[in-house]
C-alpha cells in the first residue's frame, strides 16, 4: 500500500519508457478509452485462445506440446540443459522443481521445458482471517 504522505516523490509519466502494469494485474496508469476497449474486444479471443493452449498442453502427447504451444503463440526458452529424469532401478533420485506460483501453470511450462511430465503439488497460504483488512467494518 502506498501510505497517504510517502517519503519518496513519485517518479512522473514523462521518465517512464513504457507504461507500467504490474505481474499480477493491478494498473500503475489508467489506460486510455482506446487500451480499454481494445482490452474488452480482446477478452472473446484470449478467452478461447487459452482454452486452445490448455486443450494442446492437456490432450496432445508430451513431443508434440512444444511445438503446438509455438504455434499458438507461447515461446517456451530453454536456456542450458535440462536433467535427465530419475532412473529408479540404479536408486537415483530425481530433481525437486519448486514454482513460486500457485497455479499449475509454471509445472505445466516446466514440464514442456523437460519434454517429459512432472508431478505437481500447489498450494496457497492466503492470510488468516484476524488478519483480513474488512475484519472491523460493520455489515
Excluded at 509455438?70 to 529408479?88: D, I, S
Aim: charge should be positive; proline fraction near 15%; hydrophobic fraction near 40%.
Amino acid at each position: 500500500m502506498v501510505p497517504a504522505e510517502p517519503e519518496v516523490e513519485a517518479v512522473t509519466n514523462d521518465k517512464l519508457p513504457k507504461p507500467i502494469i504490474f505481474h499480477d494485474g493491478r494498473l500503475v496508469l489508467k489506460p486510455t478509452p482506446l487500451m480499454a476497449l481494445l482490452t474488452l474486444l480482446w477478452l472473446p479471443v484470449g478467452f478461447f485462445l487459452a482454452c486452445l493452449r490448455i486443450s494442446a498442453g492437456a490432450l496432445l502427447p508430451m513431443p508434440l506440446v512444444y511445438y503446438a504451444f509455438w504455434a499458438l503463440g507461447v515461446r517456451v526458452t530453454v536456456k542450458g540443459t535440462p536433467p535427465p529424469p530419475p532412473k529408479k532401478s540404479t536408486g537415483q533420485s530425481g530433481v525437486l522443481f519448486i514454482c513460486s506460483h500457485r497455479t499449475l501453470l509454471d509445472p505445466i511450462f516446466l514440464s514442456t521445458a523437460l519434454g517429459r511430465p512432472i508431478p505437481a503439488v500447489t498450494y496457497s497460504v492466503s492470510r488468516s482471517p484476524s488478519s483480513s483488512p474488512h475484519q472491523n467494518r460493520p455489515p
